[in-house]
């Protein structure tokens, strides 16, 4: 059978799994504003479209914690493989939706799928790809998830058009029912493709399969030559990690408690719940309810430009990730993100006015007749967006991914994962309802949040570009601080040279 061997390839199609994610982002956002999701589902607003968008961050939080356990006995590539079902399932009821109760049931199944892919993409695409473009290929996750939001939006933005457009009181069913029935597309696609994908190899060593360790490594990084330096540089590199895990002779639990992996468990649970607290959940799930807000222009088509510039902006991080490095870009990130959100707070609570009747019944604070506070507060919408694609999202990410050692990497990352999704589901809860009653102070909150994120990375996040995964140890147990520069010199580097340098002998002679 055909197995694909180039890493951009196989990590940009595992990546797939983080388009799933973006479909689930976007699943609600371009939904909301439609007459026929009002009017079928009793027009919810506040808790109970809390409750529906909830409802699959909720089953995320738990598929995330339960990704580990599959992953580590069956591999990454056949617990990514569960999730596509799942996920087809959960698409398949939410797009026979009778009621709330089954749309969320639906959403929650879904949920299953996203909590794992968001934990185990990262995770394969860390443990395939060499130290020199790790940051960018696991970014791919980050760019997948702003295809999904992107692409979905705007099938629901065509979706929403049937009938006599979203405005329409009588608009058919399909307007919902379309974009949830064709979202289960990439996931089969998904399913069907692994199958011509290598294992990890580090899963692979970790089951003692080393001969299928060797190959796939010689595969991806040697050209298929399982004696090339740089392969068999990896190779004694996983192989002396793993004789060290082995030797302390802990469970996974038990190493995961121990205060040198424990330290970098509360970072990755720290990391990924700044991701949620900067304020991106409150502008991808609920950015129509912003936009009617600021009365400028059609709420949909507004909102649409923001998600071309999450996609468009998310490139750059390709290319700085692992020049600039991990803390630059979460320190950096914060400090932007919390200033556009104390301005645009600001000019809501200067320009803005109580919902008297004349705006959307969906909100209770508008700007009223003032086209240019009204652009200024899409702009800093679209510029917190940018910040967010290229600092935040790929970093967050390809962070958490990167950290822990191999034995206890599912599980450290599903458990971090989940702290995203902790959050996820409490803020699509609580999101609405705080939008109804405090209004512009929201915003403040979230500044507050990004202000905490910035202190917080500029003293625990040691940098990790241009180091390998065995490396991890080193970086966090040396006693060095996060915040002292070191040099960015690889173990793996002097190891290849020492190979190349034995073997130069034997080549001579023949």
């Not at 705007?154 to 009588?170: E, K, L, M, T």
């Not at 002779?249 to 990391?271: D, E, H, Y």
Request: charged residues 15%.
């Amino acid at each position: 059978m055909y197995q694909a061997t180039n890493v951009y390839l196989i990590c940009g199609f595992a990546a797939i799994g983080g388009g799933l994610f973006g479909f689930d982002i976007s699943s609600m956002s371009g939904v909301i504003g439609t007459s026929a999701y009002k009017r079928y589902f009793d027009n919810p607003v506040s808790y109970r479209q809390g409750g529906i968008t909830a409802s699959m961050p909720a089953g995320s939080l738990v598929g995330s914690l339960a990704s580990s356990f599959v992953a580590d006995r069956f591999s990454r590539k056949v617990a990514l493989q569960v999730a596509c079902v799942l996920w087809i399932i959960g698409s398949i009821i939410q797009c026979a939706s009778q009621n709330v109760i089954m749309l969320c049931a639906g959403r929650a199944i879904s949920g299953l799928c996203v909590g794992m892919t968001s934990s185990l993409v990262p995770v394969y695409q860390s443990e395939i790809a060499p130290k020199e473009i790790r940051g960018r290929v696991v970014s791919f996750h980050q760019w997948a998830i702003t295809w999904g939001i992107l692409i979905q939006y705007f099938i629901q933005y065509g979706a929403a058009q049937v009938g006599g457009g979203p405005d329409d009181p009588n608009q058919p069913e399909a307007a919902f029912r379309i974009p949830w029935g064709v979202q289960m597309l990439p996931a089969f696609i998904l399913f069907i493709g692994l199958f011509f994908f290598p294992y990890s190899p580090r899963w692979l060593a970790s089951k003692d399969r080393w001969e299928e360790a060797i190959q796939v490594m010689a595969d991806l990084h040697g050209g298929g030559n399982v004696n090339h330096p740089k392969v068999l540089a990896e190779y004694k590199e996983i192989e002396e990690a793993l004789r060290f895990e082995r030797e302390e002779a802990l469970s996974t639990f038990g190493a995961l408690l121990q205060p040198r992996i424990f330290k970098r468990v509360i970072l990755g649970i720290s990391v990924q719940m700044w991701s949620q607290l900067c304020g991106i959940n409150i502008m991808m799930y609920y950015v129509v309810y912003i936009m009617e807000g600021a009365r400028i222009g059609s709420p949909l088509t507004t909102a649409s430009i923001q998600y071309v510039i999450n996609v468009l902006l998310t490139l750059p991080a390709f290319v700085i990730l692992d020049r600039i490095g991990r803390r630059p870009m979460l320190m950096f990130g914060s400090i932007l993100m919390m200033t556009f959100f104390f301005i645009s707070g600001a000019l809501q609570a200067i320009y803005g006015q109580p919902n008297d009747g004349t705006g959307s019944s969906d909100i209770t604070w508008i700007i009223r007749d003032n086209v240019q506070v009204s652009s200024a507060i899409v702009a800093i919408s679209y510029l917190y967006v940018a910040t967010f694609a290229t600092t935040w999202g790929p970093t967050s990410w390809t962070y958490t991914a990167e950290i822990f050692p191999s034995r206890v990497r599912a599980m450290a990352v599903s458990i971090s994962a989940a702290s995203n999704w902790l959050w996820n589901m409490v803020l699509a809860f609580g999101v609405p309802p705080l939008l109804w009653n405090i209004n512009w102070k929201v915003y403040m909150i979230f500044a507050a949040f990004n202000g905490c994120a910035f202190i917080h990375m500029a003293l625990c996040a040691h940098e990790t570009a241009g180091l390998t995964l065995e490396e991890m140890d080193d970086v966090f147990d040396s006693g060095h601080l996060a915040w002292r520069p070191r040099k960015k010199t690889s173990r793996l580097d002097a190891l290849q040279r020492d190979i190349e340098l034995d073997l130069a002998p034997r080549r001579a002679r023949q």
